[in-house]
């Protein structure tokens, strides 16, 4: 039986629906499939490791509990072997326990988890993961670089202009004026990687962009402002695969017009701002959303291939959502941003695409061993006389 270890909380904003996403969507069709024992990685959210099975039921963080799970609890080390270990203390002094790991599947969201960070430890660890790589997953959390990557591949974005915080400081003005020239209002101000609308402002006048800009500077060292895409319709692509990804249904998340997605919206009331359970309408980890979207066949196909389009160009591998904007009106279709580890993975999408929870897991375990393996195919080792001379 291959052992999968499953690492989700973390520090980050999203650290709870972190949660939500391992045991639910991840831990507990993995276990279904009875093909493999499931190890949970809980990181506290100090940034704490700690590996234990308690740590797999809901409401040990229902309650205080984990408050002093955390505290007593032994932290878990990490060995890299050729491959992964963990490693904690047993309840008899001086023993120590060991688990050798097959597979990992991260289920974090935001900062330090999401963003590549565990990425890079998992392949210096050298051992199979789920989901995107590190550069994958780094440039999709970063809203001016995957826009720059869509540009560079002639795939359409709002046009936006971007800037460190820095450089703000210094050329007030002179970005001010710019943005003025180049961009059209109505404006959104956004800060580089934050996720959930955190420091998010739609601005229609001149004198409110300095402000929004300094809100969105507050969470972020790099921001961006982009034209505001009108007659709003939202429409989001699960995808999964390597070399040949697979998408899911194109789904429209619904809400009013004249408001977009807040944390609240998202995760808090169950989407109640979006409108409210109509026919056909579906409730998901953000919501109610039409599944699959309710647009003319040309558009819905234009969004899939510039869903797919996007998921290659920025080196996407296993699995990731990726969020299109359109003009209902004039029916432009826009790239906004990419999701490498959506909540809950959107299985409720994958149920509708035919994909059942287990099959889901079982798949993306399955592209996260074939990456490896391909990987293995590959020289790291180059021999040299260069020391010789010392
Ligand atoms: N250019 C835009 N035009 C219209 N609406 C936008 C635009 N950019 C963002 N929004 C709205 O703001 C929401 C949040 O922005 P987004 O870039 O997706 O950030 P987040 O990472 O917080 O989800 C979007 O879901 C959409 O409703
Ligand atoms: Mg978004």
Known sequence: MKTIAVIFGGKSTEHDVSIITALASVIKPLELTKQFRVEAIYIA?????????????????????????????????????????????????GRKQYKRIDVVFPAMHGTHGEDGELMGVLQMASVPYVGCDMASSAVAMDKVLSKLIAQSQGLATPKFVHFKRSEYSRNMTETLERINKELTYPLFVKPAH???????????????????????????????????????????????????????????????????????????????????????SESGAQGYSKIPADLPKDLYDKAVELGLSVYKAVGCEGFARIDMLINGKTKELFFNEINPMPGSLYSHNWNKAGVSNVQLVTKLVEYAEARFRDQQKMATAFTTNYLKQF
């Open 194 to 280: 934050l996720g959930s609308s955190i420091g998010i402002t739609k601005v229609k006048t001149k004198d409110e962009l300095n402000n929004a800009i300094e809100v969105a500077l507050h969470y972020d060292d790099k921001a961006l402002v982009e034209e505001s895409v009108e007659n709003l319709v939202e429409v989001t692509l699960p995808i999964m695969g390597n070399e040949e990804p697979i998408p899911a249904l194109l789904e429209q998340p619904l809400l009013k017009s004249d408001e977009f997605f807040d944390f609240d919206t998202k995760y808090m009331q169950g989407g109640k701002k979006g409108g409210g359970k109509k026919g056909g």
């Open 45 to 93: 959210k100090d940034g704490s490791w700690y590996w234990d099975d308690r740590l797999k039921d809901i409401s040990l963080y229902r309650s205080d509990e984990i408050n002093d799970f955390v505290q007593k609890a032994p932290k878990v080390h990490l060995l890299f072997d050729e491959g992964l270990t963990l490693v904690k203390s047993s309840q008899f002094a």
